[in-house]
């Protein structure tokens, strides 16, 4: 199940969404429906250029980061517990990994870390396991509890959930370690631009949501300056995890979630 709802994902992606237009309309460019095809082949080099253009990136991202601003540690209310979503770093993988590596998303640990040495929880639970096709063994939350240890969050505060694989895993394999802590209210944190999502989902749950967002990529850029509107790889990479949060969200609305 999760395998095919990774693969109607990447269907849905602009790459993928564009190559699969060109190909329909250069077919059609050998047949008497000449015209269609050189509409269909134009729409999709059009679609993939607008996806890849770092000032459209940066809009669509922007559209979910403004939602929850940026918030000082000092300023978040105290919570029985610290939640910290997954998608920060990769397990390790003897013998070529040795130890977990990080991603852009791991500013989550380091603000976790920052919200328990503020006291703002006395416990942090680390919510992540890891996807059954990337060969790696070790769990993301106990590579996210060894930085934090390192950082210096005693072992004794961290609570794990290593099997979950989805936002909404992240959710209902934490929930019933919560409860059985007596966790009222919470303090959720991930990266700004997943934040909508995984607000929704954990808001249907009994609990009080406090949303501790990181991880802001979106900042104020010149959008007169021309490389600004050509196309580049990592401005269609952050376009498609945008979009990835968007269907993510209309999927949830459509299930009445």
């Given at each position: 199940?999760?395998?095919?709802?990774?693969?109607?994902?990447q269907f849905a992606y602009p790459l993928l969404?564009?190559?699969l237009l060109a190909g329909a309309g250069s077919?059609?460019?050998?047949?008497?429906?000449?015209?269609?095809?050189?509409?269909?082949?134009?729409?999709?080099?059009?679609?993939?250029?607008?996806?890849?253009?770092?000032?459209?990136?940066?809009?669509?991202r922007a559209t979910l980061e403004q939602r929850?601003?940026?918030?000082?540690?000092?300023?978040?209310?105290?919570?029985?517990?610290?939640?910290?979503?997954?998608?920060?770093?990769?397990?390790?993988?003897?013998?070529?990994?040795?130890?977990?590596?990080?991603?852009?998303?791991?500013?989550?640990?380091?603000?976790?870390?920052?919200?328990?040495?503020?006291?703002?929880?006395?416990?942090?639970?680390?919510?992540?396991?890891?996807?059954?096709?990337?060969?790696?063994?070790?769990?993301?939350?106990?590579?996210?509890?060894?930085?934090?240890?390192?950082?210096?969050?005693?072992?004794?505060?961290?609570?794990?959930?290593?099997?979950?694989?989805?936002?909404?895993?992240?959710?209902?394999?934490?929930?019933?370690?919560?409860?059985?802590?007596?966790?009222?209210?919470?303090?959720?944190?991930?990266?700004?631009?997943?934040?909508?999502?995984?607000?929704?989902?954990?808001?249907?749950?009994?609990?009080?949501?406090?949303?501790?967002?990181?991880?802001?990529?979106?900042?104020?850029?010149?959008?007169?300056?021309?490389?600004?509107?050509?196309?580049?790889?990592?401005?269609?990479?952050?376009?498609?995890?945008?979009?990835?949060?968007?269907?993510?969200?209309?999927?949830?609305?459509?299930?009445?979630?």
């Amino acid at each position: 199940m999760l395998l095919f709802a990774k693969l109607l994902t990447q269907f849905a992606y602009p790459l993928l969404t564009s190559l699969l237009l060109a190909g329909a309309g250069s077919l059609l460019l050998w047949t008497r429906y000449r015209g269609a095809g050189g509409v269909l082949v134009g729409f999709a080099l059009g679609w993939l250029w607008l996806w890849s253009t770092p000032v459209f990136s940066d809009w669509l991202r922007a559209t979910l980061e403004q939602r929850y601003l940026p918030v000082l540690v000092e300023a978040l209310p105290t919570a029985d517990a610290i939640v910290v979503l997954g998608g920060t770093m990769q397990g390790a993988r003897p013998p070529m990994r040795l130890y977990s590596n990080l991603e852009a998303a791991a500013d989550r640990v380091w603000y976790a870390a920052r919200l328990f040495r503020a006291g703002k929880a006395p416990q942090i639970l680390l919510t992540g396991g890891n996807l059954p096709w990337g060969g790696i063994e070790q769990p993301e939350a106990d590579g996210m509890a060894e930085l934090l240890e390192d950082l210096g969050v005693p072992k004794t505060a961290l609570l794990l959930e290593g099997r979950s694989r989805t936002t909404e895993q992240n959710r209902d394999y934490s929930l019933p370690i919560l409860h059985r802590l007596g966790v009222k209210r919470i303090l959720l944190v991930t990266s700004a631009l997943h934040m909508p999502r995984a607000i929704r989902l954990f808001e249907a749950t009994d609990l009080t949501v406090v949303p501790a967002p990181a991880d802001f990529e979106v900042f104020d850029r010149d959008n007169a300056h021309p490389l600004r509107w050509l196309p580049d790889a990592q401005a269609l990479a952050d376009s498609s995890r945008a979009y990835k949060e968007y269907l993510g969200t209309w999927l949830l609305q459509l299930s009445g979630r």
